[in-house]
């Protein structure tokens, strides 16, 4: 039988993704599946910090094998914003994408550049914890391409030209911080795959 994974997140976008990295080895679950578990309050300052926060939550909790991506994406010219506050930098994808254009309204190809950062955390049931880190160098571009992907996919540019929305999921996951943070992950998830 396979072993369950949590993954602790609530982002559609997240899950589709993880689920076609581990699905085959894990019987998956949500924190939909786990309505009980009190929303994690994503307070620190580093990537590693949440994803370490969200992951032992739901282990503890569930008391099974818990999987949490904290991710964002870090733009140079503002700063490294909207960084670990990406998923509240506005209330909608939408309204987030339209803010990000406007603060860098005025701001020349050369200094779009920026990259998204995922932190995947697995923690045991136990407590322990393990943290991988995967980022995928890109710019900003003018205005959305695109339909595929989540979040701020549609304005980010990989070094070939095509957004980040234009990438089917498999090759979005080849060269995405996800798929890079979860190829550091794959040995120890499939050792505790096997039991
Ligand atoms: P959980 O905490 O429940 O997992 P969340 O959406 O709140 O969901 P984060 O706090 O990690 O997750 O915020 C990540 C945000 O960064 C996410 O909402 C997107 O706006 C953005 N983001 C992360 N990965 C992305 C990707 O692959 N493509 C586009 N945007 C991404």
Redesign the pocket.
């Known amino acids: 039988m396979k072993p369950t994974l949590v993954f602790a997140?609530?982002?559609a976008?997240?899950l589709v993704e993880l689920q076609a990295l581990v699905g085959d080895h894990f019987s998956l679950k949500s924190?939909a599946d786990f309505p009980d578990v009190p929303e994690v309050d994503?307070d620190q300052p580093t990537f590693e910090g949440?994803a370490v926060k969200?992951a032992l939550t739901y282990a503890r909790a569930t008391k099974h094998w818990a999987l949490a991506?904290?991710?964002?994406?870090c733009v140079d010219a503002l700063g490294g914003a909207p960084g670990v506050h990406?998923?509240r930098y506005a209330p909608t994808?939408d309204e987030?994408i339209d803010k990000l254009l406007g603060a860098l309204d005025g701001v020349g190809e050369a200094q779009r550049t920026a990259r998204?950062v995922?932190v995947l955390c697995l923690a045991s049931p136990s407590g322990e914890t393990l943290c991988v880190r995967g980022e995928c160098e890109g710019r900003i571009g003018l205005r959305r391409v695109g339909t595929g992907?989540?979040?701020?996919?549609p304005v980010?540019l990989l070094p070939s030209g095509r957004s980040?929305a234009e990438l089917t999921r498999d090759e979005k996951s080849a060269v995405?911080?996800?798929g890079k943070a979860f190829l550091a992950l794959e040995p120890r998830l499939l050792a505790v795959g096997r039991g």
């Not at 992907?149 to 996919?153: A, E, I, S, W």
């Open positions: 997140t609530t982002n976008g997240k924190a994503e949440n969200k991506d904290d991710s964002g994406l990406s998923a994808a987030r998204f995922c992907g989540f979040g701020y996919d980010f980040m995405s911080h996800r």
